[in-house]
């Protein structure tokens, strides 16, 4: 004759709940928002301004050219300046200007007064005095600081 056990029977935990969620689950929203922010920032400053970069690679090669003279390349700075500012205004706004004027646009993308009062203000004397002592390398690190801080064009030239 077999002894039977005094045995209880098996007994289920009770069901796991929706709520709350684990912690887990609290930081994959932040870490999902947080990611989109670093993209977004991402895509604005660096894919979505292909002006910025255009400037940067021409002012690169302008700069890499040997056998001009620094107003030559003085020059050429001035006009690659140029078409990036009518990229960014109507044309209405900068075709036209000269002297004082033209540098203080420039000056409006980077504040300050550093091509009306400093190296950029070789831009409106040196093509027209080839035997000036204006310091090509200082132009081309301003114009490379104002390039890092052109925005984004807002309409399209014609």
């Not at 040997?66 to 006009?79: C, N, Q």
């Not at 000056?107 to 190296?119: A, I, T």
Request: one cysteine or more; charged letters at 25%; aromatic letters at 6%.
């Amino acid at each position: 004759m077999e002894q039977q056990l005094d045995l209880r029977d098996i007994h289920l935990s009770p069901a796991v709940g929706w709520w709350p969620p684990a912690p887990g689950w609290w930081l994959a929203p932040l870490l999902a928002i947080a990611l989109i922010l670093i993209l977004r920032i991402v895509w604005r400053r660096l894919i979505r301004n292909p002006l910025r970069k255009a400037v940067l690679r021409e002012l690169a090669a302008i700069e890499a050219l040997d056998g001009l003279e620094p107003a030559e390349k003085i020059g050429r700075v001035s006009i690659l300046l140029r078409r990036a500012c009518l990229t960014l205004y109507p044309r209405q706004e900068v075709a036209g200007l000269t002297g004082p004027a033209w540098l203080e646009t420039l000056d409006s993308v980077l504040g300050g007064h550093r091509f009306r009062d400093g190296p950029g203000r070789c831009l409106i004397e040196s093509p027209y005095s080839p035997g000036s002592e204006a310091d090509p390398a200082a132009l081309f690190a301003l114009c490379r600081d104002w390039a890092r801080k052109l925005p984004r064009p807002r309409h399209r030239s014609l």
